[in-house]
T-cell receptor, first 114, second 116 residues
């Protein structure tokens, strides 16, 4: 158990809908990362927050947005869903930004868009 | 941009066989390099890491050496066990955007199956 929690574990929804994925980092970790794992694209970095502020952006679509709240949990919002958005979404946390700190991954949320 | 290339699987070995999974990278600057492991139905776990050239990361019998001259970070284990069956990902920290924030660039993963 990494100490990172993600909810829900599974999500099935229809095209055009909007969903919110939630991540609670390990106690003491200030940095949260979101990654998408799909068969086509593999594991891709989406976005990173540190202590409530956006720090880095990867291949995140404009239909997707995220935020980190004062209690440090983070939410990833996916809107106008398409079939191609079906994937595993992982959250990871670390003490700080930068490569010095190990990232701990949550178990993921499996999103299926029908 | 930065990228990671690792050998495609699946790799099937017998118990106690020697394992090598090749990983090469393209990067500007001096990234840190990582191997992560993903067991079925679980998230990724850090297996080992190396932060500078010639560093050797090791954990649970697995080893990898950061080779700047060949831009490689091959994963090795002398004697694999059935419990090592998993997907292994090579990754580097991306230094884009004026300094690394630690976000990772992953290879496509190599599935390892170890038979008794």
């Amino acid at each position: 158990d990494s100490g990172v929690t993600q909810t829900p574990k599974h999500l099935i929804t229809a095209t055009g809908q909007r969903v919110t994925l939630r991540c609670s980092p390990r106690s003491g970790d200030l940095s949260v990362y979101w990654y998408q794992q799909s068969l086509d694209q593999g594991l891709q970095f989406l976005i990173q927050y540190y202590n409530g502020e956006e720090r880095a952006k990867g291949n995140i679509l404009e239909r997707f947005s995220a935020q980190q709240f004062p209690d440090l949990h983070s939410e990833l919002n996916l809107s106008s869903l398409e079939l191609g958005d079906s994937a595993l979404y992982f959250c990871a946390s670390s003490v700080g930004p930068g490569t010095t700190y190990e990232q701990y991954f949550g178990p993921g949320t499996r999103l299926t868009v029908t | 941009g930065n990228s990671v290339t690792q050998m495609e699987g699946p790799v099937t070995l017998s118990e106690e066989a020697f394992l090598t999974i090749n990983c090469t990278y393209t990067a500007t600057g001096y990234p840190s390099l990582f191997w992560y492991v993903q067991y079925p139905g679980e998230g990724l776990q850090l297996l080992l890491k190396a932060t500078k050239a010639d560093d050797k990361g090791s954990n649970k019998g697995f080893e990898a050496t950061y080779r700047k001259e060949t831009t490689s970070f091959h994963l090795e284990k002398g004697s694999v066990q059935v419990s090592d069956s998993a997907v292994y990902f090579c990754a580097l920290s991306d230094g884009a955007g004026g300094g690394s924030q630690g976000n990772l660039i992953f290879g496509k993963g190599t599935k390892l199956s170890v038979k008794p």
